[in-house]
């Protein structure tokens, strides 16, 4: 397990709210704090669709992993954002299909690392580690990953409701491409993101309410379908392309549930 840069569990501060808690406060966890309550309750106040959509994004996490496995050969995960241990983690879908799958996990969160422990009980075969680092510390995160991955080899990067914390000044696009090239050929980038596009007010009056109740540097940003797509630059989009969530790949058992205020994709590394 890799810690914070200075030794130990980082302090957390309790009286802001975060990304990895708020979400898991939509989720209905426990793993929260009241700053983090009173901004999940107050953003889903002003747009209902997003417990909804945050329970369809964990879904769609599952399905890719399972694609990626089943289709793809992927065998080996590099997860940031991770938030918050729930059910149906990368590594738990990945080990179910295929025991030996390696998952490393990252997030900037000193409580997701406080709960570190249990994403990192994992089947004998495979491995699963964890770094506390943010997703703009490109070099740091890739050579910590070196350690229990294989970069030679493909790899699923998910950016799974992470990338709507890095502002346009810091150039998310310019920061996934960076990590996608690092990646080796048939590699594959799975990446979920809110959009501006889709119930813009509402995404919005949400968004404005979380951001004033935020840690100052979690402040999210919603993106058009356009800006989610560039994501994917120098991927091949896998069909059907950039979708709402429950339109990417639906099982038979999925309901559909048009309106959902988030894009999803995934692309393969040529």
Not at 112 to 139: C, F, K
Not at 201 to 212: D, F, H, K, L
Not at 240 to 264: N, Q
């Amino acid at each position: 397990m890799h810690e914070h840069p200075t030794g130990g569990i980082a302090a957390v501060d309790s009286t802001v709210a975060h990304p990895a808690r708020v979400y898991n406060a939509w989720l209905g966890g426990r793993d929260n704090y009241l700053a983090d309550q009173e901004a999940a309750e107050l953003a889903a106040a002003a747009n209902p669709q997003i417990v909804p959509a945050v329970r369809a994004n964990r879904a769609f996490l599952g399905r890719a992993v399972r694609e990626l496995v089943e289709k793809a050969g992927i065998r080996q995960f590099l997860d940031i954002g991770t938030g918050v241990p729930a059910a149906d983690n990368t590594h738990e879908v990945a080990q179910r299909l295929d025991p030996g799958a390696r998952v490393v996990y990252v997030d900037n969160d000193p409580v997701v690392l406080a709960h570190a422990r249990a994403l990192l009980v994992g089947t004998s075969e495979g491995a699963t580690d964890y770094l506390q680092a943010d997703v703009r510390d490109i070099d740091r995160i890739l050579t910590a990953a070196q350690e229990t991955l294989d970069l030679t080899q493909p790899v699923g990067l998910m950016l799974v409701a992470i990338m709507q914390y890095v502002p346009d000044a810091d150039d998310p696009h310019s920061l996934t491409r960076r990590l996608v090239d690092a990646l080796a050929p048939g590699s594959h980038l799975v990446l979920s993101h809110p959009a501006a596009d889709i119930g813009a007010e509402a995404v919005a009056a949400s968004m404005r309410v979380y951001n004033e109740r935020a840690a100052d540097h979690a402040g999210a940003t919603p993106r058009t379908r356009d800006e989610v797509q560039r994501f994917f630059d120098g991927t091949e989009l896998l069909a059907p392309g950039v979708v709402e969530l429950p339109d990417w790949r639906p099982g038979p058992d999925d309901t559909p549930a048009p309106g959902l205020p988030m894009w999803c994709g995934v692309g393969r590394k040529p």
